[in-house]
């Protein structure tokens, strides 16, 4: 019996061991049981089957396309994972919201758009959520859903699986897509700010207006809360993280500061 238990405690550790990964930027580590290319695959997957669903919404206008693929493409370069398909596309809808699926495809609501205000703003949030694929955060996320559903190998988390179809999405990230409201922890919060503000600072947008944009967002009280804080809860704590880093972001910012607020949106 005890002799099992410790077969079993050694073969844990051998996992983490084999499984903990390094986050850039941050230097912590963390346990992934996913493979990357099979995040990557998800993520794509879950992309496809909601941009088939919002054929309708997408938005087409040019001037709006043309800023989300230049910041996206200036954030992408700077950022730890130049190569991935990285991908933003734009929906029109009220809701003020924004996401981003493992594999680096996001999603931008254009009812975020007034609050970002302007390119900095809207770079602060496309850094944020960009941060949440280079962490992995989702992959963590599911790694914690293996642990917690022990009947759910590796192997099984895939869309086939329409038992944990939803909940896959979720733990990718697209939770409100699927109406389940899972937010990432404070802790992958802290860090997706930290690892988009330097993102954004590196590629030349002033990291203040990250500060800003959150200070604008927590101003908006009652019903008129924007979607995104639901999954993004803002604090007092996060706050003063985010203003923390500003030195360091700065230090980045003033190697290039090629945007500043860039243009108004
Ligand atoms: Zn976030």
């Known amino acids: 019996m005890y002799r099992k238990t410790f077969y079993l405690l050694l073969i844990t550790a051998l996992v983490h061991v084999v499984s903990c990964t390094t986050t850039p ?10 493979p990357f290319s099979q995040e990557v695959q998800l993520g794509q997957e879950a992309y496809r089957d909601f941009l088939s669903k919002e054929k309708a919404n997408i938005n087409k206008d040019p001037k709006i396309n043309e800023m989300v693929s230049r910041i996206t493409k200036n954030l992408a370069m700077k950022s730890d994972m130049p190569n991935l398909k990285w991908q933003t596309t734009v929906i029109n809808s009220k809701e003020a919201n924004a996401f981003c699926l ?3 495809k996001m999603v931008v609501y254009t009812g975020i758009l007034p609050l970002c205000k302007n390119e900095a703003g809207l770079a602060a949030v496309i850094g944020h959520e960009m941060a949440h694929a280079v962490a992995r955060h989702g992959a963590q996320r599911m790694t914690q859903q293996l642990v917690l559903n022990l009947g759910l190998s590796v192997a099984s988390v895939s869309f086939q699986n329409s038992k944990y179809r939803d909940l896959i999405i979720a733990s990718l990230g697209a939770g409100s897509t699927v109406g389940i409201l899972l937010p990432y922890s404070r802790d992958n919060e802290y860090e997706a700010d930290e690892i988009g503000t330097i993102y954004m600072a590196r590629a030349g947008y002033d990291p203040n207006e990250a500060v800003n944009l959150w200070k604008r967002f927590a101003s908006m009280g009652g019903s008129q809360q924007p979607e995104f804080l639901s999954t993004h809860p803002y604090s007092q704590n996060r706050a003063q993280r985010l203003s923390s880093l500003m030195p360091r972001a700065m230090a980045e910012y003033k190697k290039s500061p090629k945007y500043g607020l860039g243009s108004n949106l």
């Open 102 to 104: 493992p594999g680096g």
């Open 25 to 34: 930027v941050t230097g912590t580590r963390s346990f992934i049981l996913i």
